[in-house]
C-alpha cells in the first residue's frame, strides 16, 4: 500500500506498526545526513536517528499535520542533535577530526572518482570547515546545514526551528558570512 506520509502517519497512531516502517524507511536516510552534518560524526548520527524516531513514535499523538512530517521530523532530528552538541560542551568534550573511515565514507557518498586536486582541496576545506561549523550559534549552524545541505526552503527551516522566516533568513545569512570568513585562506588559493 502506498501511504502519503500523513496517512502513514495517522495510521502509525493508530497502531499500524507497517505504517511507521514506510515513515522510517522514507525519512531515515534525511535524517541521517542532517544528524551527521550537524555532529560530524557517524555513529552520533546513527544513533540520533534511533533517537529521533523513537521520540517521533513516542510523540505521534503531537504530529497534528499543520506541517509536513518530514518538516516535523526534522525538528525533532535538529533538536536531538542539538542537545548532543550541547551535552559535549557542558562535558568540555571537543569534537573529534574526522578518521580516515568517515572521509572514505563521504568520499563514496559525495562525487565518484573525484580528481587528487580535488580530493586535496576538499581536505583543505574539511580542515576550516568544521572548527568554523563549530563556532556557529546553535541556531545557525542548524540553519546553515538544512538550507545548504539538506537543500530545504527558508519556510520550512523556520518551521523546524521554530522562529518566524526572516529570523531563519537572517540566520542562514550569519552563518555564511562567518563560513566565508574561515574558509577564505582556501579560496585565496583556489586556480
Not at 499500524?16 to 550537524?38: I, P
Not at 505521534?60 to 525538528?75: I, Q, V
Not at 587528487?116 to 580542515?127: D, K, N, T, Y
Amino acid at each position: 500500500m502506498e501511504w502519503t506520509d500523513s496517512a502513514a502517519a495517522e495510521q502509525a497512531r493508530q497502531g499500524d506498526q507497517r505504517a511507521f516502517g514506510v515513515l522510517v524507511e522514507r525519512h531515515s536516510r534525511s535524517v541521517f545526513r542532517l544528524a551527521f552534518r550537524m555532529t560530524q560524526n557517524e555513529q552520533d548520527a546513527e544513533d540520533l536517528v534511533q533517537e529521533t524516531f523513537l521520540k517521533a513514535y513516542k510523540q505521534l499523538h503531537r504530529f497534528d499535520g499543520r506541517s509536513a512530517f518530514g518538516t516535523w521530523l526534522y525538528r525533532i532530528a535538529a533538536n536531538c542533535s542539538l542537545d548532543l552538541i550541547r551535552a559535549r560542551k557542558n562535558r568540555r568534550e571537543r569534537q573529534t577530526t574526522l578518521t580516515s573511515e568517515t572521509t572514505d565514507w563521504l568520499d563514496r557518498v559525495a562525487a565518484p572518482d573525484p580528481s587528487p586536486e580535488r580530493l586535496a582541496r576538499s581536505g583543505q576545506v574539511a580542515s576550516l570547515l568544521k572548527p568554523a561549523l563549530a563556532q556557529l550559534t546553535e541556531l545557525e549552524r542548524t540553519a546553515f546545514v538544512l538550507r545548504h545541505y539538506e537543500g530545504r526552503g527558508i519556510e520550512e527551516i523556520a518551521g523546524v526551528l521554530g522562529v518566524q522566516t526572516n529570523a531563519a533568513k537572517h540566520s542562514v545569512f550569519r552563518a555564511v558570512q562567518k563560513l566565508r570568513r574561515a574558509l577564505e585562506p582556501v579560496a585565496q588559493v583556489a586556480p
